[in-house]
């Protein structure tokens, strides 16, 4: 069973760099979320597609942010101009069709530092 | 706006004890509720989860009753072992309309540490 997979884990960079993550969630799934955890914290929503379609973004996804399922597969997250701010874990999610019961399958998540 | 509160942690307990983890809730509508468990340097995994009013979700000796009169969704499970040691978060979805029913609101979290 391939369960969300994300890369890469970490990553380091320096103030003011770009960042690319990617997620490549459970095959048969066609929702896929993001969502932001620091530490100490509960995972925060940012953004949502229903397979290529992006249907739900949060005020937490500053313009920096972009996100996109090009082909309702993998989908990528990008941070331009990175901050401080924008330190803490990544996490994809994935779900398939249904109501909101259906659970939501979290990845291992990528760990963003910036220096 | 929806929001889960959760007991604070950290939360020490011997092993063979009895835990529970309080989850309350304010959402408007009929949400669908969760409990994930996350193990240090790993994702969040489901651990429960129930979809409506008096069900009861229950896995691996965990149980949380679904209670709309007290809205609270209290995980418990009635002895503990070292290997449960880890953070759990609450968590609730779909009390709205729309595409934004499907996203997640979670607690802060609770740690919860078994000693042997």
């Known amino acids: 069973d391939t369960g969300v997979s994300q890369d890469p884990r970490h990553k380091i960079t320096k103030r003011g760099q770009n960042v690319t993550f990617r997620c490549d969630p459970i095959s048969e799934h066609n929702r896929l979320y993001w969502y932001r955890q620091t530490l100490g914290q509960g995972p925060e929503f940012l953004t949502y597609?229903?397979?290529?379609?992006?249907?739900?973004k949060s005020r937490l996804l500053s313009d920096r942010f972009s996100a996109e399922r090009p082909k309702g597969s993998f989908s990528t997250l990008e941070i331009q101009r990175t901050e401080q701010g924008d330190s803490a874990m990544y996490l994809c999610?994935?779900?398939?069709?249904?109501?909101?019961?259906?659970?939501?399958?979290f990845g291992d998540g990528t760990r963003l530092s910036i220096l | 706006g929806d929001s889960v509160t959760q007991m604070e942690g950290p939360v020490t307990l011997s092993e063979e004890a009895f835990l529970t983890i309080n989850c309350t809730y304010t959402a408007t509508g009929y949400p669908s509720l969760f409990w994930y468990v996350q193990y240090p340097g790993e994702g969040l995994q489901l651990l429960l989860k129930?979809?409506?009013?008096?069900d009861k979700g229950s896995n691996k000796g965990f149980e949380a009753t679904y209670r709309k009169e007290t809205t609270s969704f209290h995980l418990e499970k009635g002895s503990v072992q070292v290997s449960d040691s880890a953070v759990y978060f609450c968590?609730?979805?779909?009390?709205?309309?729309?595409?934004?029913?499907?996203?997640?609101?979670f607690g802060k979290g609770t740690k919860l540490s078994v000693i042997p």
């Open positions: 999610a994935s779900s398939s069709q249904g109501g909101s019961n259906q659970p939501q399958h």
């Open positions: 597609f229903q397979n290529e379609a992006q249907l739900e």
């Open positions: 129930a979809t409506k009013a008096d």
């Open positions: 968590a609730l979805s779909g009390s709205g309309s729309g595409a934004g029913s499907y996203q997640l609101t």
